[in-house]
């Protein structure tokens, strides 16, 4: 902890008031123009015959108030280091997929039927309050991919952009790879112990030229996991022809290649198995990024002006 001086050093300039006026004529001296100030302080400028230790009395309270009052608006301060956050040592992606398709309106969510744009952001708001000590990166992705929120400890902060998203911000189609792809781009430089993506998708790959797979094979390369999430009620293999059904299969494909996990999120069970696998990757304890911030302390010269005021008025009133 080390002393950082004063918000507003120019208020000191005012210290010297007291000073400034000794050096102007009392009233009555001379017969020409003169400052005229109350009794009290008049006490300050040292003007008025006093003597003993009622003189040191006068003088000392209006002089020590006027310090005290000049400081506490001079803004003292510390400058003091930010306690380090605990940190896990893991690296998380969030690709959330949103798509046209999220606009359906056949989604379970704890017994309540609801779209699925409503049942990612349920799910993945809830997920990413649960990473506290994880460094979240947010990836949004439709016919195109883009990081909507970078590389942060503050989940917080994650799960406003994730309730805020908004379907066609990215386009209508699904492009798995792309987000994939810009998610490894993203996890390339880490040095974490841990690094994983989390994709969330309700619907089937069918935007740009990388096949999902290939893209899991490269992640694999990379030391990168990532875990999928099939968003939808009904997959390609029990839909029956219905269009919008996801393609669990392509997903838990990408899931096993990268060495991830695939699940399935119909209740908010299925999230909280998806938690507890994360948690159990390798992750280094540690303490997250220190800052340093400023203590204001001109509370206490302003309760030490308020104290000598009172006193004054009390020696007034007894006089």
């Known amino acids: 902890m080390s002393v950082s001086g004063f918000a507003d050093p120019l208020f000191l300039l005012l210290l010297a008031v007291p000073l400034l006026a000794r050096l102007l004529p009392e009233a009555g001296r001379d017969g020409g123009a003169a400052l005229l ?11 008025g015959a006093a003597s003993g230790g009622r003189a040191l009395w006068r003088t000392a309270l209006p002089l020590l108030l006027w310090v005290s009052l000049i400081t ?72 195109r991919a883009y990081v909507a929120s970078p590389p942060s400890f503050d989940v917080q902060a994650v799960a406003t952009a994730i309730e805020t998203a908004e379907i066609g911000i990215s386009g209508r ?15 390339g430089q880490s040095e974490a112990t841990s690094r994983v993506v989390i994709l969330l998708s309700d619907g089937v790959h069918n935007s ?23 968003m939808g009620p009904r997959d390609l293999t029990n839909a029956g022809g219905e269009r919008d ?29 998806v938690a507890e696998e994360i948690d159990r990757l390798e992750a280094i304890s540690g303490n997250g990024p220190s800052a340093l911030v400023y ?20 020696r007034a009133q007894r006089a």
């Not at 059904?245 to 997903?251: E, R, S």
């Open 37 to 47: 100030v109350p009794e009290g302080i008049g006490a300050l400028l040292g003007q």
């Open 72 to 143: 506490a608006l001079a803004g003292p301060r510390l400058l003091v280091p930010n306690p380090a956050l605990p940190v896990s040592g893991r690296d998380l992606v969030i690709a959330l997929d949103l798509s046209g398709s999220m606009v359906r309106e056949d989604f379970l969510i704890d017994g309540r039927e609801v779209s699925r744009l409503a049942a990612l952001k349920h799910v993945a708001t809830r997920f990413v309050l649960g990473r506290g000590g994880d460094r979240v990166t947010l990836v949004i992705f439709g016919s």
């Open 173 to 187: 189609a699904t492009g798995i790879s792309g987000a994939l792809g810009l998610a490894l781009k993203r996890l």
């Open 208 to 230: 740009g030229p990388v096949e999902p797979r290939d893209a899991a094979r490269l992640a694999s390369e990379q030391g990168v996991r990532v875990h999928t999430i099939a």
């Open 245 to 273: 059904a996801v393609d669990a299969a392509t997903l838990r494909a990408i899931a096993e290649r990268s060495g991830g996990t695939a699940f399935r999120v119909r209740t908010t069970d299925d999230l909280l198995a």
């Open 295 to 314: 203590r204001p302390l001109w509370l206490y010269p302003a309760l030490l002006t308020l104290g000598l005021a009172g006193l004054m008025v009390w």
